[in-house]
C-alpha cells in the first residue's frame, strides 16, 4: 500500500515542498529512510513508531519505505515527524485515503504522540499558501505564526490522536483564526537622550546612518543604542513578515505578532563567531546580523570583536543582503540594518575624561585606533563622543521624565517625515546614507557657502575622501530633520561634530 502527505523543506529562508511517500511491502519489519535525509530525520524513524504505539495505533508489522521527495533535496531537521505518521497511518489502513487530500503537515512528535513546536513554519506557510494548500497542519505552538498568512487555513491539535480524530471527522476541527495583528507600536518610553545625544539618534533613524559612540565605561553607551529602533520609521506590513520569517527559521519565533509592532535589536557579544554573527552552518541559518534586519544591530566593545569578523560585516553591510555559498546551496538573509558601534576613546578607557587620568601611552593609542579603522569604521557616519554623565545631567533627565517632554526633532512622525523628504528627493528614493558622491552632487542641494565651509574642514582635518563624503550625507539628514530644502553652513557645521574618531586618529598620530 502507498501513501502520500505533502510538506516542506527549508533551504536558507525558503520552504520547498517535499512529498513524503510511504509504502508497506512483505518483509521483515523496519522503517527504511530515502531522499537525503539528515541525522535528525533517521531518528524519526524511532520517534514515529512511539508515537504511534502510544496513541493507540497499530504500529506497522512490514517493511516500511518512506521517501521524501524530491530527492536531491537536503532534508532537515525533525519536522518530517508528522507528515511520516499520518501517510503511515493511510498506508496501513487506519486512515481513509482521502482525509489528506489537500493537507500540508509539519511538526516534531513526542514519544507520547504530541506535537511539538518546529522552526520555519511561516516559509513553510506561504509555500502551502502559494500551491492551493486546504489546510496547513501544525504544531499548537507554531499555529499563530502560521496564520500570519492571509487566507490560509491552518489547523492544529495538541497531539497526534486528537489530529486522527479530526481529520476522521469524529472530533470537531481546531482551526485557527488570524487573530488581526495590531500594527499600533507597543508603547515606548519617552528619548532619554537630550543634546547632541538625541540630535545623532534623530539623525540615525532619519537618514538610516549607522553610528559610532566613543566614550569611556559608563557614560551610557548601551543605553543610547537601546534607545533607536522606536525612532526608526514604522514597519510596514512586508517587512514585519520578512522579520517574522527571518525569526521562524532561526527558531526564535516567541510571540509571532511582536516583529509587527517593534524593530528588532540585536546586541552579539563581542566573543561570536563569524557564523553566529552572519549566519551559517550546514543547512545555513540566519545569524545576529540578519535578526536584526529592518532594526539595530549593537556591537558593543567593538575593539573586542575578532577582526576577521568585523571585515565579514563589509559585504551585507554595503548590500543588505548576506550572500552565502555552500557547496550544494545559494542562499541570501536580509539584511538591511542599522549598526551602532560603541568603543572607549582609547584601551583604558579614560582619554579625554577630566576626573580619571588616562594610562595609555601615544603609541598605544595610536595601535589601538589603527586596529579600529578600515573599513567597517569608514561606514559608521555618525561618530558621536561621548562624556560621562554629570550626577546634574541625570537630575535634569528625571525632571524632563517627570515633565514627559522632549526635543521636538525626538518625535517619531518628525523622523518619518525628514526620511520621507529624502527619499522623494531621489530618483532611486535612496535615504541620505545611501548617496553616492554623484547623488550628492545631483540632489544634494548645498548652499556655496556650505561646501566652502566643507572644504576648509577636510583639508584641516585631513579628511579622507570617504570621511568628507559622509560629511555631507550627515549635513543633508541635519538639513531634512531641520525641514530646510538647501544645506547650510549651519548643518555642516552641526555635521562635523559627528566625526569624532576622525579626531581621535589624528590626535594619536601626530
Ligand atoms: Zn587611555
Not at 502560521?146 to 497526534?160: C, Q, S, Y
Not at 571585515?311 to 550544494?328: C, I, M, N, T
Amino acid at each position: 500500500m502507498l501513501a502520500r502527505c505533502r510538506s516542506a523543506a527549508l533551504q536558507g529562508l525558503e520552504a520547498r515542498p517535499v512529498i513524503v511517500e510511504v509504502d508497506l511491502a512483505p518483509g521483515l519489519p523496519g522503517i527504511q529512510l530515502v531522499g537525503l535525509p539528515d541525522k535528525a530525520i533517521q531518528e524519526s524513524r524511532e520517534r514515529v513508531r512511539s508515537a504511534l504505539r502510544n496513541s493507540g495505533f497499530r504500529g506497522p508489522l512490514v517493511r516500511v519505505v518512506v521517501n521524501l521527495a524530491p530527492a536531491d533535496l537536503r532534508k532537515e531537521g525533525p519536522a518530517f515527524d508528522l507528515p511520516i505518521a499520518l501517510a503511515l497511518l493511510v498506508a496501513s489502513g487506519q486512515l481513509d485515503r482521502p482525509r489528506l487530500n489537500g493537507i500540508w503537515c509539519a511538526g516534531e512528535l513526542g514519544l507520547d504522540g504530541s506535537l511539538r513546536t518546529c522552526r520555519g513554519v511561516l516559509a513553510m506557510a506561504e509555500q502551502a499558501f502559494r500551491h492551493g494548500a486546504e489546510a496547513l497542519v501544525v504544531p499548537p505552538d507554531n499555529a499563530d505564526e502560521a496564520a500570519l498568512i492571509d487566507g490560509l487555513t491552518v489547523r492544529t491539535a495538541p497531539n497526534l490522536k486528537q489530529l486522527f480524530e479530526q481529520l476522521n471527522g469524529t472530533r470537531p476541527c481546531l482551526r485557527i483564526c488570524r487573530s488581526r495583528p495590531s500594527s499600533v507600536p507597543l508603547p515606548t518610553e519617552p528619548i532619554d537622550a537630550s543634546g547632541q545625544a538625541g540630535r545623532a539618534l534623530a539623525l540615525a533613524a532619519a537618514g538610516g546612518h549607522h553610528l559610532l559612540l566613543v566614550g569611556p565605561p559608563g557614560c551610557g553607551k548601551s543605553r543610547l543604542a537601546h534607545q533607536l529602533p522606536q525612532l526608526l520609521p514604522p514597519l510596514g506590513p512586508e517587512e514585519a513578515l520578512t522579520i517574522a520569517r527571518i525569526r521562524s527559521v532561526a527558531g526564535e519565533q516567541q510571540d509571532p505578532l511582536e516583529p509587527l509592532r517593534k524593530r528588532p535589536f540585536r546586541a552579539p557579544h563581542h566573543s561570536c563567531s563569524a557564523a553566529a554573527l552572519l549566519g551559517g552552518g550546514h543547512n545555513p541559518r540566519p545569524g545576529e546580523l540578519s535578526l536584526a534586519h529592518g532594526g539595530v544591530l549593537f556591537l558593543d566593545e567593538l575593539a573586542e570583536f575578532q577582526r576577521a569578523v568585523l571585515d565579514q560585516l563589509r559585504q551585507p553591510l554595503e548590500e543588505g543582503v548576506y550572500r552565502l555559498s555552500r557547496a550544494r546551496l545559494k542562499t541570501s538573509f536580509p539584511a538591511e540594518i542599522t549598526l551602532v558601534a560603541a568603543t572607549n576613546p582609547c584601551p583604558c578607557g579614560w582619554h579625554g575624561d577630566r576626573a580619571h587620568g588616562c594610562r595609555c601611552s601615544r603609541s598605544q593609542r595610536q595601535r589601538y585606533w589603527q586596529k579600529l579603522s578600515g573599513p567597517l569604521l569608514d561606514r559608521l557616519d555618525l561618530q558621536l563622543r561621548l562624556e560621562r554623565r554629570s550626577a546634574t545631567a541625570i537630575r535634569g533627565c528625571l525632571n524632563r521624565k517627570a515633565t514627559a517632554t522632549q526635543d521636538a526633532w525626538l518625535e517619531p512622525r518628525n523622523i518619518t517625515a525628514a526620511r520621507q523628504r529624502m527619499t522623494e528627493r531621489n530618483p532611486e528614493g535612496v535615504c541620505n546614507r545611501d548617496l553616492t558622491a554623484n547623488g550628492l552632487g545631483n540632489h544634494g542641494r548645498f548652499e556655496a557657502s556650505a561646501l566652502q565651509l566643507w572644504e576648509r574642514l577636510v583639508a584641516r582635518r585631513r579628511l579622507s575622501t570617504r570621511s568628507g563624503i559622509r560629511l555631507l550625507r550627515v549635513a543633508r539628514t541635519v538639513a531634512d530633520l531641520n525641514d530646510t530644502d538647501h544645506v547650510s553652513v549651519d548643518a555642516v557645521a552641526e555635521a562635523s561634530g559627528f566625526r569624532c574618531a576622525d579626531l581621535l586618529q589624528l590626535e594619536s598620530t601626530t
